[in-house]
Nanobody, 124 residues
Framework: VQLQASGGGLVQPGGSLTISCEAS????????MAWFREAPGKDREFVAG????????TYADSVKGRFRISRDNDKNEIGLQMTRLRTQDSAVYYC??????????????????WGQGTLVTVSS
C-alpha cells in the first residue's frame, strides 16, 4: 500500500489544523492505521491510531482530548484533527499502516508501510 500525507503547515499556538493521509494500491480495510510524529532531535513517537473498521481508537497521553483521528474506508483515507495546538506539537507527521493481525498497536515496529510525512509547525 502507498500512503500520501498532506495538509501540514504553519499554525499559531492555540490554533487548529487537520492533516490527511490517502492510501492506494491495496485494500484499505486490511490495515490498522496510525499517525506518528518526529520532532528535530527526538525519536519518532506514536500520536494516534484507528482500527480497521474505525471502531477502536487510541491516543498518546500528550494529545488526548486535543486531537481526533478519523477514518473513511470508502475514501481510503485517515485524518487527524488537531486542536489547541502547542509549540511542542511541531513535528513531521507520518501516517503508517499495519497489515498484521493486531486490533491496534502503538509500536512503530509493528507498522509495515509509511507515508512521506507532512510538516506541522506551531509558532507565533
Amino acid at each position: 500500500v502507498q500512503l500520501q500525507a498532506s495538509g501540514g503547515g504553519l499554525v499559531q499556538p492555540g490554533g487548529s489544523l487537520t492533516i490527511s493521509c490517502e492510501a492506494s494500491g491495496d485494500t484499505f480495510e486490511r490495515y490498522v492505521m496510525a499517525w506518528f510524529r518526529e520532532a528535530p532531535g527526538k525519536d519518532r513517537e506514536f500520536v494516534a491510531g484507528v482500527s480497521r473498521n474505525a471502531g477502536v481508537t487510541t491516543y498518546a497521553d500528550s494529545v488526548k482530548g486535543r486531537f481526533r483521528i478519523s477514518r473513511d474506508n470508502d475514501k481510503n483515507e485517515i485524518g487527524l484533527q488537531m486542536t489547541r495546538l502547542r509549540t511542542q506539537d511541531s513535528a513531521v507527521y507520518y501516517c503508517a499502516a499495519d497489515s498484521g493481525a493486531r486490533i491496534l498497536t502503538s509500536r512503530s515496529d509493528d507498522y509495515d508501510y509509511w507515508g512521506q510525512g507532512t510538516l506541522v509547525t506551531v509558532s507565533s
